[in-house]
Every structure is written in C-alpha cells, then in structure tokens.
C-alpha cells in the first residue's frame, strides 16, 4: 500500500516559518515527481511546490522566494520549507507523489491525508 505521511502543519503567526515533511513508503514502489499542493475552502487545489526526481523544482508564483522544495531519495522524502508566511498561506497543505511500481508500471498520483497550516494576522 502507497502510503504519504505528512507532518510540520502549525498555527504560526505572519511573517513565521515552518517546515512540512512528507514520507512516502511502501516496498515496492517508486516514487518519481513529488510535490505540495494546497486546498482552502471552496476552491480548488492548487500546486505549491514540485520537484522532479532529478531535484527540477517549480513554484506557485505566490510562494517564489519565500517557499523551497527539496526531497532525500533516500528516504523518500519531500520538505516544504515555508519562510515569511503570509495569511493567505492558511490552507490545508497535501503531499503528492507520482508512484510506480519497481518493475517501471505507473500507478499514478498518490495523496497524503494533508497537514494544516494557519497563519494568524
């Protein structure tokens, strides 16, 4: 079973930082682009923060400067550092993991159960 465990989401107040971590597991996958997403109320989700498996990254125009992505294959993990943060950072923040299985047969995107980041005024 893919499983994404996700943690580091906080109360913080403006202008704070955190740092959310994403673990993929499970034995016989592959875990190839990795990446944020976040989700408010009555909007759709939308990409933060991605990094190929290579270490490409790509960021929301909202976050450029003040997020970074990174990830340890190794461990199959991604991080989200998140600096400077901003009121309209406050959503619930999702790990995305493309997966395949070892023998190279896609299986798709993959969601963690989300991790929640509010930032006060």
């Known amino acids: 079973q893919v499983r994404l465990v996700e943690s580091g989401g906080d109360l913080v107040q403006t202008g704070g930082s955190l740092r959310l971590s994403c673990a993929a597991s499970?034995?016989?996958?592959?875990?190839?682009?990795m990446g944020w997403y976040r989700q408010v109320p009555g909007r759709q989700r939308e990409l933060v923060a991605g990094?190929?498996?290579?270490?490409?990254?790509n960021y929301a125009d909202s976050v450029k400067g003040r997020f970074t992505i990174a990830r340890d294959n190794a461990k199959n993990t991604v991080y989200l550092q998140m600096d400077s943060l901003k009121p309209e950072d406050t959503a619930v923040y999702y790990c995305?993991?493309?997966?395949?299985?070892?023998?190279?047969?896609?299986?798709?995107?993959?969601w963690g159960q989300g991790t929640q980041v509010t930032v006060s005024a």
């Open positions: 995305n993991a493309d997966v395949s299985l070892r023998n190279g047969v896609r299986l798709g995107n993959y």
């Open positions: 499970g034995v016989i996958f592959s875990f190839n682009d």
């Open positions: 990094i190929t498996r290579g270490g490409v990254t």
